[in-house]
Nanobody, 119 residues
Framework: QVQLVESGGGLVQAGGSLRLSCAAS????????MGWYRQPPGKQRELVAA??????NYADSVKGRFTISTEYAKNTVYLQMSSLKSEDTAVYYC??????????????WGQGTQVTVFS
């Protein structure tokens, strides 16, 4: 089994910064990709950023403000968020496509961490 645990969420003023972390644990063999999604109140979950190897992908709304990075040796993905806006308020979920000792490639999700941006 695999568990993804997010941390770093909280309350932050508009224009400020926040760094989210997500650590995956379990008998992981390989990680294909990792990413962050978010779900604002009353809206659907959307992709924020993803990373596969050295390739990254960002939602247009966060380009230039957010940076995704990984430490594969630690099975950890980060999301550095800067110049935060009120519309960034959401529950942020990390995700990983990975293979374990007993399972083939599949998507795993964290439980989410709340990010609230106020002005």
């Amino acid at each position: 089994q695999v568990q993804l645990v997010e941390s770093g969420g909280g309350l932050v003023q508009a224009g400020g910064s926040l760094r989210l972390s997500c650590a995956a644990s379990g008998l992981i063999v390989s990680i294909n990709s990792m990413g962050w999604y978010r779900q604002p109140p009353g809206k659907q979950r959307e992709l924020v950023a993803a990373i596969r190897g050295s390739s990254t992908n960002y939602a247009d709304s966060v380009k230039g403000r957010f940076t995704i990075s990984t430490e594969y040796a630690k099975n950890t993905v980060y999301l550095q968020m800067s110049s935060l806006k009120s519309e960034d308020t959401a529950v942020y979920y990390c995700a990983a496509d990975l293979t374990t000792l007993t399972t083939t490639l599949r998507r795993y999700w964290g439980q989410g961490t709340q990010v609230t941006v106020f002005s």
